[in-house]
């Protein structure tokens, strides 16, 4: 089966620490993206790849880091600079770089810091 | 910077009715995006639009896309609950490669 995975669905982490989000994709898609989701919000981007060893900015990127050393995997670390962590984080791919492609998201990770 | 907006935030249904739901952008779009979202799930495309004044269907669900393409409606007739869930819409932001969502319309439906 293709498709987005992403692990843990819960994780539970203390304040202070930071704490990785992994995301995989089998189908051979160029761009991936990392989301947050709160409550009666919409998704807000927060970093975004176009191909392998890249990445961009997205609009609430800080206290978050990303790395892309291989296409399939886009993992997300989320630092304890971030002031508001607890979230519905979603990993989302598509097949190129262009906008117009839809997007493919993963069943997501909700994250609780305690 | 370009900002997509969702209204209704929130509409409750009668099972059978009718309702629309309706997405402004503050700039013209090159293309538009429809996104669903089940309880505890995640976002699942539905449909793109592209061309001016564009309207597509799928089963109980109409979309419509402005002739100025900075706005851009969903239909849905016959609410089911399987329907409910919260729709999101989606167009490109103006100078890179990425999507700007709305805050999405949660439906309820009561049977």
């Known amino acids: 089966d293709g498709g987005i995975t992403q692990s843990p669905k819960y994780l539970f982490r203390k304040e202070g620490q930071n704490v990785t989000l992994s995301c995989e994709q089998n189908?051979?898609?160029?761009?991936m993206y990392w989301y947050r989701q709160d409550p009666g919000q919409g998704l807000r981007l927060i970093y975004y790849?176009?191909?392998?060893?890249?990445?961009q900015k997205g609009d609430i990127a800080e206290g978050y880091s990303v790395s892309r050393e291989k296409k399939e995997s886009f993992p997300l670390t989320v630092t304890s600079a971030q002031k508001n962590p607890t979230a519905f984080y979603l990993c989302a791919s598509s097949i190129g770089v262009e906008v117009t492609s839809e997007q493919f998201f993963g069943p997501g990770t909700r994250l609780t810091v305690l | 910077g370009q900002q997509v907006m969702q209204i209704p935030q929130y509409q409750h249904v009668q099972e059978g009715e009718d309702f629309t739901t309706y997405c402004n952008s503050s700039t013209t779009l090159s293309n538009i995006q429809w996104y669903k979202q089940r309880p505890g799930g995640h976002p699942v495309f539905l449909i793109q639009l592209v061309k001016s004044g564009e309207v597509k269907k799928q089963k109980r669900l109409t979309f419509q896309f402005g002739e100025a393409k900075k706005n851009s409606s969903l239909h849905i007739t016959a609410t089911q609950t399987t329907d409910v869930g919260t729709y999101f819409c989606?167009?490109?932001?103006?100078?890179?490669?990425?999507?700007?969502f709305g805050a999405g319309t949660t439906v309820t439906v009561r049977a």
């Open positions: 189908l051979n898609h160029d761009a």
């Open positions: 790849s176009q191909i392998v060893n890249d990445f």
């Open positions: 989606a167009g490109p932001t103006s100078n890179d490669y990425k999507l700007s």
